[in-house]
């Protein structure tokens, strides 16, 4: 059954646009910066053999990113159905334009070569593919980043293995060797490979935490913020789905003779301060409030190991009775009544999840040990007992917490469900 709906591929895939048109503006900058960088260095140490085409093409190139940028701006600020087509085509061709200048710069300087200064040349002439390399990646865009390094290794290794196979065409430039390019082209390459890498979990990192968020988000509805961000890191429950959880039961001992004979302003005060008693020690333990059935509450802890659900509703339960002391004493002061309540703790498999028929959403938890913890809370009521407890809920306690508690078992059940269960009272030890 789907509940929470998640973040679709679709809207994933627009969030991601959406970062990706931010850092496209940005890029657009350093596009620009790029430019200037390579004409400043062109000029300073490509030689007099080939500073003219350098200029030529860095212009158009400069002009080219410009127009580009702008149209890419305007289609994103036009809110048009077909702008996402468009900006994608834009993309494409910024793609192209980014390893044309960069595999021309590449491939100009070895087939030209420097007059002068050729280690600096060489090393000006991969500047422009290593930085639009990353440019590319921080589109955000694996394909595009793929396509880019491609174009430009092909072409960088196609011009070396025509050098290699006729070494006496002249091919290299005469300040170029075998030597020093192939560590530039693998470098790229190995650049590239890393690039692509981190772009692709770069993209599943971003989708996975607008997911978490999302989920996050719909379960806040229902469930206290940090139960809510721990069940988000956990897979959350999107679906409901079996899952263990550690049950609470709380309900007012002899409830129906007190509003009897107490007055409705009275008997509404006592039932809405131990309603916020209960649900203020809740979420302090990490549970989940239910719901709210009568006199009676529901609670359920399902986050984290089982061991950790037992000991962290068990603790809730301890805070409710002193603070139930507390209220108590108040009470008492004032000329009240005292309030009494029976707790009952379960655990065990359950259907947990936001359950939503189109009209109404509720978090809750379904499963035979929800029965079985009515009926546990029914023996407490009968037997005038704090809390019981189920065997199955004792054994998840750690040794130190069981050593703190008084067990006693008690006597088997002629109900149907608890008969085969074995139940037991729970109290603290004095200190």
Not at 6 to 19: F, K, P, Q
Not at 63 to 89: H, P
Not at 90 to 99: F, G, P, Y
Not at 283 to 297: M, N, Q, S, W
């Amino acid at each position: 059954m789907q509940t929470v709906q998640l973040m679709t591929n679709g809207e994933a895939t627009t969030v991601v646009r959406l970062l990706q048109a931010a850092s496209g503006r940005r890029s657009l900058a350093l596009h620009l910066l790029i430019v200037l960088v390579l004409l400043g260095t062109a000029q300073g140490y490509d030689g007099s053999a080939h500073s003219a085409s350098h200029g030529v093409v860095l212009a158009i190139y400069a002009l080219c990113s410009v127009c580009l940028g702008f149209a890419d701006w305007r289609e994103s600020q036009s809110g048009r159905a077909d702008a996402d087509a468009t900006i994608e085509w834009l993309a494409w061709t910024a793609t192209l334009l980014n390893a044309g200048v960069a595999l021309f710069i590449v491939v100009e300087h070895m087939l030209v070569g420097a007059e002068t200064t050729e280690e600096t040349a060489a090393a000006v002439s991969r500047l422009p593919a290593f930085l639009l390399l990353l440019q590319t990646g921080l589109s955000m865009r694996v394909w595009h980043t793929a396509l880019f390094a491609a174009l430009v290794s092909g072409a960088w290794g196609g011009t070396l293995l025509l050098a290699a196979i006729d070494p006496d065409h002249a091919l290299l430039g005469p300040h170029v060797t075998l030597g020093e390019e192939v560590p530039g082209l693998l470098t790229f390459v190995a650049a590239s490979l890393v690039v692509i890498d981190g772009v692709r979990r770069l993209r599943g990192a971003v989708a996975a935490a607008l997911r978490m968020e999302r989920e996050r988000t719909a379960l806040a509805r229902f469930v206290p913020d940090r139960v809510a961000g721990e069940l988000a890191r956990e897979g959350g429950l999107a679906t409901v789905r079996s899952r263990h959880a550690c049950l609470f039961a709380l309900d007012i001992r002899g409830f129906s003779a007190f509003t009897r004979g107490h007055a409705q302003d009275e008997v509404v005060r006592a039932l809405l301060d131990i309603r916020a008693l209960t649900h203020v020690a809740v979420t302090e333990h990490g549970g989940i409030l239910d719901k709210y059935v009568g006199d009676g509450i529901l609670a359920q802890f399902v986050v984290g190991r089982p061991e950790g659900q037992a000991e962290a509703a068990l603790a809730c339960a301890r805070t409710i009775a002193v603070r139930m002391e507390a209220l108590n004493r108040a009470r008492a002061r004032a000329g009240q009544a005292l309030l009494r309540t029976a707790i009952a703790l379960h655990a065990g498999e359950v259907l947990v999840g936001v359950f939503d028929d189109g009209h109404r959403a509720e978090f809750t938890v379904l499963g035979a040990p929800m029965n079985l913890l009515a009926r546990i809370e029914a023996r407490a009521k009968a037997d005038n007992l704090a809390m019981a407890a189920s065997d199955a809920f004792v054994r998840l306690l750690g040794p130190d917490t069981r050593a703190d508690l008084v067990l006693d078992e008690l006597s088997p059940s002629d109900c149907p469900d608890t008969r085969d269960t074995r139940l037991l009272a729970l109290g603290w030890r004095a200190t």
